[in-house]
């Protein structure tokens, strides 16, 4: 069974600080990874993109990877109301068409 | 940038209509997707394209069907539309297997 497992929040966090949202995912064999900002009832806009392990850097956000645990992360610093938004984990599993797999998304809620 | 692009932001339609969505993208990707969007489904995978000409099932073809004619466009058909098929229909496309999907705007449609 292909999954991407998301906490469905919501996730709560004052402005300034620092957000984190977490992934699992069930396939050993995945090598991209994805997280999307999908502000509601608008479409999913892709914010990073990771491929290795370790951590990548863009901006406020940092999208951390550890293959072994199949844990994926994302970071958002200096959080702000702007980024109130549901927040999809998505994993291409591998075989097949490598197809992509969501999960069902964090809401998070920065609050003033 | 990539750009996908929905032909309509809002639709209304009414019950056994033949309904056409369109979705053309720009950078010559060679897999196309559509999606559609419920509260509390998550995104759910109806029809995918990875050439011209070829299309696979996703997780819920039932009462659609697609064409790609041409690489730059997958149209997504509602052969015979009805009410359970009001939803936010996504268009997407990827450069690569390995690579993420970028989304068009969305569809907003209601069966009436």
């Known amino acids: 069974q292909k999954e991407v497992e998301q906490n469905s929040g919501p996730l709560s966090v004052p402005e300034g600080a620092i957000a984190s949202l977490n992934c699992t995912y069930s396939?050993?064999?995945?090598?991209?990874f994805f997280w999307y900002r999908q502000y509601s009832g608008k479409s999913p806009e892709l914010i990073m993109s990771?491929?290795?392990?370790g951590d990548k850097e863009d901006g406020r956000f940092t999208a951390q990877l550890n293959k072994a645990s199949q844990y994926v992360s994302l970071l958002i610093r200096d959080s702000q109301p702007s980024d109130s938004a549901t927040y999809l984990c998505?994993?291409?599993?591998?075989?097949?068409?490598?197809?992509?797999?969501f999960g069902a998304g964090t809401r998070l809620a920065v609050h003033p | 940038d990539v750009k996908v692009t929905q032909s309509s932001r809002y639709l209304v339609k009414r019950t056994g209509e033949k309904v056409f969505l369109e979705c053309v993208q720009d950078?010559?990707?060679?897999?196309m997707f559509w999606y559609r969007q419920d509260p509390g489904l998550g995104l759910r995978l109806i029809y995918f394209?990875?050439?011209?000409?070829?299309?696979e099932k996703g997780d819920i073809p039932e009462g659609y069907s697609v064409s790609r004619e041409k690489k730059e466009r997958f149209s997504l058909i509602l052969e015979s539309a009805s009410t359970n098929q009001t939803s936010m229909y996504l268009c997407?496309?990827?450069?690569?297997?390995?690579?993420?999907?970028?989304f068009g705007d969305g569809t907003r449609l209601s069966i009436l």
């Open positions: 997407a496309s990827r450069a690569s297997q390995w690579g993420p999907q970028h």
């Open positions: 396939d050993r064999g995945s090598q991209s």
């Open positions: 990771i491929y290795s392990n």
């Open positions: 998505a994993v291409i599993f591998s075989g097949g068409y490598n197809k992509l797999i």
């Open positions: 950078m010559d990707h060679e897999n």
């Open positions: 394209s990875y050439d011209v000409k070829m299309k």
